[in-house]
């Protein structure tokens, strides 16, 4: 397995404009996460999906930011507007329901606002 | 609010030594314990873990253990070697997080000296 695939791996945008975060996970993974890492927070949860259905987006920091799931193999994460304060690597990360499984991490997409 | 801290951010090691992370969490309810390991550049991978039911768990170099009294864990690799330099995120899930959501620490930078 190609293990969990996110693109683009490098987005430099300006403030205002919208950003669209894309990953493809595990097949046969049924849970699927979005994470933020910044310096001063380490590996934030954003919003986490089991069997395409959004189950946690507490983390979600604003109105501003979004996250789909329309099937098993296709999520994103949209910022729209992005401001500089956005700028981060975000992650994706997949795992199955079986016990005693983890977490397996995406590259990561690596998010400059201007 | 940090439920789990790496309060070092950076750590130097020789060659050879033992290397000590730790990290602290604060809810009693977390009753799964992880470390992953991150490149540059790449997303976090898993690298060991430990149940709350136990205090030691060892694997090769790596043993991590957990005082569940002191909400304390620490993750010991000997013999310390150049490839183990990483940025090390402890995380834990449990209690009202539930079984899938990792909450994770900021991270400390080991780095291993030849």
């Known amino acids: 397995d190609a293990g969990v695939i996110q693109s683009p791996r490098h987005e430099v945008t300006e403030m205002g404009q919208e950003v669209t975060l894309r990953c493809k996970p595990i097949?046969?993974?049924?849970?699927l996460f979005w994470y933020r890492q910044t310096m001063m927070r380490g590996l934030e949860l954003l919003i986490y999906?089991?069997?395409?259905?959004?189950?946690?987006d507490s983390g979600m920091p604003e109105d501003r930011f979004s996250a789909k799931m329309p099937n098993a193999s296709f999520s994103t994460l949209k910022i729209q507007p992005s401001e500089p304060r956005d700028s981060a690597v975000y992650f994706c990360?997949?795992?199955?329901?079986?016990?005693?499984?983890?977490?397996?991490f995406g590259p990561g997409t690596r998010l400059l606002v201007l | 609010d940090q439920q789990v801290k790496q309060n070092s951010p950076s750590l130097s090691v020789q060659e050879g030594r033992i290397s000590i992370l730790n990290c602290d969490y604060t809810n009693s309810m977390f009753d799964y314990f992880l470390w992953y390991k991150k490149y540059p550049a790449e997303g976090p991978t898993f690298l060991i873990s430990i149940s709350s039911i136990k205090d030691k768990n060892e694997d090769g170099r790596f043993t991590v253990f957990l005082n569940k009294s002191a909400k304390h864990l620490s993750l010991h690799i000997v013999p310390s070697q150049p490839g183990d330099s990483a940025v090390y995120f402890c995380a834990a899930s449990g209690g009202l997080s539930g079984t899938y959501k990792y909450i994770f620490g900021t991270g400390t930078r080991l780095k291993v000296l030849a």
């Open positions: 999906f089991n069997n395409n259905v959004p189950i946690d």
């Open positions: 097949s046969g993974h049924d849970y």
């Open positions: 990360a997949s795992r199955s329901g079986l016990d005693q499984e983890t977490q397996y």
